[in-house]
């Protein structure tokens, strides 16, 4: 079992930065991938953006391409998404996870584990 804990969400103007961080303990080691997904009220839970634990292959959602980075610190057993040029319609919880299967996929249902989330809200 992987256990994550989210934070650095906030409240932000529309144009504005965040950056959240995920902290990750336990069997890290069993870890092939991790990944950002969020949730706005009434909407599905989306993948966000996606990295391999060794290596730096990255997978971003084509809502976030070019405006999010996502980044990992292995030594801190860290993840990292820097969010810019923020928008309302990035408003949501946002949730760290990771997958031991191979592979850096978007959907959720090849991540076993997952933090609480954090809420990000963007005015406008």
């Known amino acids: 079992q992987v256990q994550l804990v989210e934070s650095g969400g906030g409240l932000v103007q529309t144009g504005g930065s965040l950056r959240l961080s995920c902290a990750a303990s336990?069997?890290?080691?069993?870890?092939?991938?991790m990944g950002w997904f969020r949730q706005a009220p009434g909407k599905e839970r989306e993948f966000v953006a996606g990295?391999?634990?060794?290596?730096?292959?990255?997978l971003y959602a084509e809502s976030v391409a070019g405006r999010f980075t996502i980044s990992k610190d292995n030594a801190k057993n860290a993840l990292y998404l820097q969010m810019n040029s923020l928008k309302p319609e990035d408003t949501a919880v946002y949730y760290c996870?990771?997958?031991?299967?191979?592979?850096?996929?978007?959907?959720?249902?090849?991540?076993?584990?997952w933090g609480k989330g954090t809420q990000v809200t963007v005015s406008s």
């Open positions: 996870a990771t997958s031991t299967m191979s592979g850096l996929m978007s959907s959720p249902y090849r991540y076993e584990n």
């Open positions: 336990g069997r890290t080691f069993s870890t092939y991938a």
């Open positions: 990295i391999v634990r060794i290596g730096s292959s990255t």
